[in-house]
């Protein structure tokens, strides 16, 4: 009782609700105005401490692509209706400026403010953040166009960027060490790419990323994920272990478990309990920790938090007994410590052990995941 209690002070009984409004009234009529670039287009990286643009910033093709997502996903839910313009001016953005711009195939990493090429890397998790962004829009309208890009963008990851000893290098050219990350974002584009598509390849493609989990990225004795490997996945030690991506896999494998039956309980329950082990005294998950459960670094970011409620949602949809009440709570810890910005639709990035903000700019990066939670406990938690 006492807990139930706590849990109604802290206004978790409708935080879905408060956080749904504060994106829908703020966040989404933020990002399109003044965190788009009305004279040469694209979304701006991020926005000053006053809520201004910082127009000088180049524009990573990552951050244009979880945008796109971003109003895409929110017209799909019904939040945004004009969504649906907005995302795909802003992949009419991408196509144009940010695919093959110097005559080689892939999309640049990064783009000048006057939509020049910044960085030409061709970079694998940037490349998860197009195919996510298309496969968003094509379940819009199922337009043809779109779906072809999709294509084209699968065939290059596979002539390009396949790597002999699974998953994909890190970008062209390849560089070390190899990381977890870009392939933990493809399989996200995957099951996205099956549930915009219902193409049964998909389920197959994101069974080529279980597979590799399974074998290489998770640890089943510790329960955790190494970040950093070498070029045949074998561990780089120290082993370094985000929290946030242990959680972030819990969701993403409840997602393959939804799109293929095959189940994933089991390291969905470890990699939580996991992940559980790395929190600060506020309850927030920190940025780094080892694979004892020890933490490397006490800093704190958004994104994490975020995860941790992915991740709950996700065992609530699974019938976890008490997922929906920790879900609910990881949402007010992140409404409380993160939310509490000047700028109406902006957010807090990261914080020291002492609760200090560390990053002056609003970046735009952290729309993706709060977006993706707050649907993601629409749906599931209601």
């Excluded at 242990?246 to 969905?268: D, Y």
């Excluded at 020291?352 to 707050?374: K, M, N, Q």
Aim: a negative charge.
């Amino acid at each position: 009782m006492a807990e139930a209690e706590s849990v109604a002070a802290d206004g978790a009984a409708d935080v879905v609700g408060r956080l749904k409004r504060r994106i829908i009234d703020h966040a989404l009529p933020l990002w399109s105005t003044v965190g788009w670039d009305g004279t040469a287009g694209g979304f701006v990286d991020r926005l000053h401490q006053d809520g201004t643009a910082d127009n000088a910033a180049p524009r990573r093709i990552m951050v244009q692509a979880r945008q796109i997502y971003c109003y895409a996903k929110a017209a799909q839910m019904g939040w945004y209706p004009e969504g649906r313009a907005i995302a795909l001016k802003g992949l009419d953005y991408l196509l144009a400026k940010a695919k093959a711009p110097d005559g080689r195939p892939g999309f640049v990493f990064s783009l000048t403010p006057d939509g020049g090429v910044h960085d030409p890397l061709r970079d694998t998790y940037g490349h998860a953040f197009v195919l996510l962004a298309l496969a968003t829009a094509y379940g819009l309208d199922q337009d043809a166009q779109i779906r072809a890009e999709i294509d084209a963008l699968l065939s290059f990851l596979d002539t390009q960027l396949r790597s002999p000893h699974g998953g994909f290098h890190e970008g062209l050219p390849p560089s070390m060490p190899r990381r977890q990350n870009p392939q933990m974002h493809l399989f996200e584009a995957m099951i996205a790419c099956f549930d915009a598509t219902h193409d049964l390849s998909f389920q197959n493609r994101a069974g080529d990323f279980f597979a590799l989990f399974l074998a290489n990225l998770y640890d089943k004795q510790m329960h955790t994920l190494g970040e950093y490997f070498e070029e045949d996945w074998s561990k780089i030690p120290p082993v370094s272990v985000e929290p946030g991506h242990l959680a972030e896999w819990v969701w993403l494998l409840k997602g393959f478990e939804r799109i293929t039956g095959c189940p994933t309980g089991r390291p969905r329950g470890e990699l939580l309990a996991s992940a559980l082990r790395y929190r600060d005294a506020t309850g927030c998950l920190i940025d780094e920790g080892d694979t004892e459960g020890n933490i490397r670094r006490h800093t704190r970011r958004l994104w994490p938090q975020s995860e941790l409620a992915k991740a709950w949602i996700a065992q609530a949809e699974s019938g976890e007994a008490g997922a929906a009440d920790e879900a609910r709570a990881a949402l007010v810890l992140l409404e409380r410590h993160y939310f509490s910005h000047p700028v109406r639709g902006g957010w807090y990035d990261q914080f020291d052990r002492e609760g200090r903000s560390l990053v002056t700019t609003i970046p735009a990066s952290s729309f993706y995941h709060v977006l993706c939670a707050v649907t993601e406990a629409e749906q599931v938690l209601g």
